[in-house]
């Protein structure tokens, strides 16, 4: 159980006291979405190779973006690399070691690319939780911790990710070979001027990776066929793995690959029997929301060490 007094530090690590950050007026903890909107007046230009374009609210300038965060390369990097899998540029699937350099795109605008850079900050931040909890796996030291997020978003970077990897080529597409462009819709939800559409944006995974070793790094794939176009993404941070839905899946996800999934879950508390460590989403759709508990067995699992297989 882990007590909050509104005079601790926020657990959403803005550096600010809770009761003058997240802390709701009922004691509800209530984080706020990143401001992703372009500051008025709008541009009226269309930049040329600027996947928002549609938007008709460019810079004139293109500028180098990292369709998977930097931050979030560098924290999982050693050395300068990073291991990565689910790229078609990648020889034969293998998960490779890359060095972060080559994974950035021009895709977007100055102007565009700033107004998502809040949105790599949180799912920086969101990610480094996990990987802490991964890297601290075998220590024995009960280190309980509580973190606050706000769920919309890290589904808006799930979402950046996948426009970003499509656009720039860089992920494999069915059907393959068109020139895709995020639909407007997409754009719109980017850029704060939408919702996610019904039972579209994030689910996350109740089961525990069937592996003997945690594998730090990055997996990517994007999601596509030939009636639907691109539909949604798998993003695995470390084997835990979160799919960003884009088409509505049924209500009842039980015989789709979704089972076993929970929708813009409440919480998700990471255990290895011995120290927890929650995050909390916060979420302003109205909905009720369950949480996701994946309680990992030292003996089974451990972080795989550097320079074993795999690479
Ligand atoms: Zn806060
Ligand atoms: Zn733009």
Same mark, same amino acid.
């Given at each position: ?29 209530? /984080? ?26 460019? %810079? ?15 924290? @999982? ?70 973190? @606050? ?18 656009? %720039? ?5 069915? /059907? ?13 939800? @980017? ?73 813009? /879950? ?32 030292? %003996? ?10 795999? %690479?």
């Amino acid at each position: 159980m882990i007590e909050l007094s509104p005079n601790d530090a926020c657990p959403c690590e803005s550096g600010r006291i809770l009761r003058e950050c997240c802390l709701g007026a009922e004691g509800d903890l209530r /984080p706020v979405a990143s401001v992703t909107r372009c500051q008025a007046p709008k541009t009226g230009a269309q930049t040329k190779g600027c996947y928002a374009a549609a938007l008709a609210d460019c %810079s004139a300038d293109l500028s180098r973006e990292h369709f998977i965060s930097r931050g979030v390369l560098k924290e @999982l990097s050693d050395g300068g690399t990073v291991r990565i899998d689910g790229f078609p540029w990648q020889t034969d699937r293998a998960i490779q070691r890359l060095p972060t350099a080559v994974l950035g795109s021009n895709i977007l605008c100055r102007r565009h690319n700033i107004a998502l850079s809040t949105l790599d900050a949180v799912a920086l931040r969101f990610f480094r939780w996990i990987d802490q909890f991964h890297r601290e796996f075998d220590a024995d030291q009960h280190d309980d911790r509580f973190f @606050l997020v706000n769920g919309h978003d890290i589904e808006r970077w799930m979402l950046k990710t996948l426009c970003g990897a499509v656009f %720039s080529k860089n992920a494999t597409i069915n /059907p393959a070979g068109s020139n895709w462009v995020p639909p407007m819709e997409w754009v719109q939800i @980017l850029f704060g001027e939408a919702q996610f559409p019904v039972r579209c944006g994030v689910y996350i995974s109740g089961n525990i990776p069937d592996t003997e070793f945690i594998e730090r790094g990055y997996k990517f794939v994007a999601f596509s066929n030939g009636a639907a176009g691109v539909y949604g993404a798998r993003i695995s941070m470390n084997d835990e793995t979160f799919v960003l839905a884009m088409s509505s899946p049924p209500e009842d996800l039980e015989n789709t690959f979704l089972a076993n999934h929970v929708y813009r /879950p409440r919480g998700l508390a990471l255990t290895n029997g011995c120290c927890e460590k929650i995050t909390q989403f916060g979420w302003d759709d109205g909905l009720v929301h369950r949480g996701v508990r994946m309680a990992y067995e030292k %003996s089974h699992h451990a972080v795989k060490p550097e320079g074993v297989g795999g %690479s």
